[in-house]
């Protein structure tokens, strides 16, 4: 059975900091692209920061020099670092899997999903 689970929300200050974790199971992970997307409320999805197989990274122009997406093959997990967060940040954000190449943010091409964690940013 395929999950992702999301943990490392919660709530922070302008300016602070937060680490996501997902942690996937029940397919090799190592063979596939990794993204993590978000939902603010009244919006659509939307990418924030994406992890190829061979290790290019791709980030939203919104989080760009924020945020840093890394992965651990050795213990199947998938993270984000968000420093200097924002209150424009707040939303679910959830991490997908893509067996295709380079889907970038195409969410289209993520055949995983988690359930998501919530980051709420105060000013």
């Known amino acids: 059975q395929v999950q992702l689970v999301e943990s490392g929300g919660g709530s922070v200050q302008a300016g602070g900091s937060l680490r996501l974790s997902c942690v996937a199971s029940g397919f090799t992970y190592s063979s596939y692209c990794m993204g993590w997307f978000r939902q603010a409320p009244g919006k659509e999805r939307e990418g924030v920061a994406g992890?190829?197989?061979?290790?290019?990274?791709s980030y939203a122009d919104s989080v760009k020099g924020r945020f840093t997406i890394s992965k651990d093959n050795a213990k199947n997990t998938l993270y984000l670092q968000m420093n200097s967060l924002k209150p424009e940040d707040t939303a679910m954000y959830y991490c997908a899997a893509s067996h295709s190449f380079y889907p970038a943010f195409r969410q289209s091409e993520y055949n995983y999903w988690g359930q998501g964690t919530q980051v709420t940013v105060s000013s």
């Open positions: 992890l190829d197989i061979d290790g290019r990274t």
